[in-house]
């Protein structure tokens, strides 16, 4: 394939490339390109918002890139401010470590495994010494940093902005610094930091690096960008009905978008279709994308036959009730739920009905029958 050719694929589904005409020139080094992406493991799961990034890293692995697939288990601590309105929960460092194990499991779902680099940026952010930090620093000003829209909306309104997060962009930048990266990929509220590492790079005398952004996901919602904390996310580590029922809940504005920027469908053919069954083949792409080809057929039968149909699904899965547990305990114990917290939520919400009961105190005592927890997932009480 030619350069220009390349050019054009990977702008495909790109927002914007800064600069384009830089990337032709790397392109020409024949030499494979240290393509970087960044993943402050902030939640359990990947989701379909980081799905978008992850399509365009394997068009540069598809190309014989080098690409690094970066885990920022340092910067989540700091936590990116980028489009938040309000300081972001500092996180615990077990907590980073043990969602950083998750992230390496499931991108290899999208990501050929043989072609990756998975590195920590603790690695080297933890040795930085304080006059490293105070050099990095050098690199940044107050001026610049409330030039920011989501900084100065913050700042005009009297909310409060951290330090940290001022450092944060720097972090990132001195990533790309460290890695010598020559590409950046990022979503489209990421653009001051991408832009970052380029300052930094120059610098340093490194040549600097090109930005790709690509465009943000909205979630369920069809409002917000796709986020675990806002709860509009399809996670795709999540069981194959759960995506189905999942994807079956979004608009049919919205079903066209997840199409183009999640699948390589003619959204001409697609359009043609009624928009159910569109979004019945859409949903069962998803599932087929991060299960098996065998377990989308089966979740969209059990959809159809528990929601189009009214009934019951035929594999409920069953768990047994130990003497003294409470519901959370329950949900948590037949893996229904990710912690009690989450339990407490869908009781508040008035989520989880037994027998057709709406249940909203955790203390009820648990007896044989059927759990409906959410829309879409069952759970029988033995």
């Keep these: 394939m030619s350069i220009p050719e390349m050019i054009q694929k990977l702008s495909c589904g790109a927002t914007e490339i800064i600069h384009s ?21 902030t939640a359990p799961d990947i989701h379909l918002g980081h799905v978008v990034l992850l399509k365009k890293m394997r068009q540069f692995q598809d190309f ?3 690409v690094v697939f970066l885990i920022g288990d340092f910067t989540a601590q700091v ?3 980028s489009g938040r309105n309000e300081l972001r929960k500092r996180m615990s460092p077990q907590e980073i470590e043990q969602n950083a194990k998750t992230y390496k499991a499931q991108v290899f779902k999208i990501l050929d495994s043989q072609k990756i680099e998975v590195v920590f940026n603790s690695h080297w952010l933890n040795k930085l010494s304080p006059q490293d930090l105070l050099e990095l620093s050098a690199h940044l000003t107050v001026a610049q940093m409330l030039a920011r829209a989501d900084f100065k909306k913050r700042f005009e309104s009297g909310r409060e902005i951290s330090l940290l997060e001022f450092i944060y962009p720097l972090l990132q930048g001195y990533d790309s610094v460290h890695l010598k990266a020559d ?4 979503g489209t509220d990421q653009k001051f930091n991408l832009l970052m590492g380029r300052q930094l790079q120059e610098s340093y005398g490194q040549p600097p690096q090109v930005v790709v952004m690509t465009p943000l996901l909205e979630g369920t919602d069809g409002v917000q960008k796709m986020s675990k904390s ?19 809940s979004i608009s049919d504005e919205l079903m066209f978008r997840y199409y183009e920027l999640l699948t390589d469908m003619d959204l001409a053919v697609v359009k043609k279709l009624h928009p159910k069954e569109a979004k019945l083949q859409l949903a069962q792409a998803m599932v087929e994308m991060f299960h098996t080809k065998a377990q989308g057929p089966k979740a969209r039968e059990h959809f159809e036959h528990t929601f189009s149909q009214h009934q019951l699904p035929q594999d409920i899965p069953e768990y047994q009730i130990h003497p003294g547990q409470k519901l959370p305990d329950i949900l948590m114990a037949a893996k229904v739920v990710l912690s009690k917290n989450d339990a407490r939520r869908l009781l508040q919400e008035k989520a989880i009905t037994f027998q057709d009961t709406v249940l909203m105190d955790e203390h009820w005592f648990p007896q044989p029958g059927i759990l409906k927890i959410g829309k879409r997932r069952f759970l029988r009480l033995k």
Excluded: Y
């Design 21 to 41: 005409d830089d990337l032709a020139k790397k392109l020409a080094l024949k030499r494979p390109l240290v393509v970087k992406a960044g993943f402050d493991p």
């Design 64 to 66: 014989g890139h080098k």
């Design 79 to 81: 936590g990116d401010p």
């Design 183 to 186: 590409v950046e990929l990022g």
């Design 230 to 248: 806002l709860g509009n996310d399809i996670g795709i580590n999540e069981a194959p009905n759960e995506i189905f029922g999942k994807v079956m």
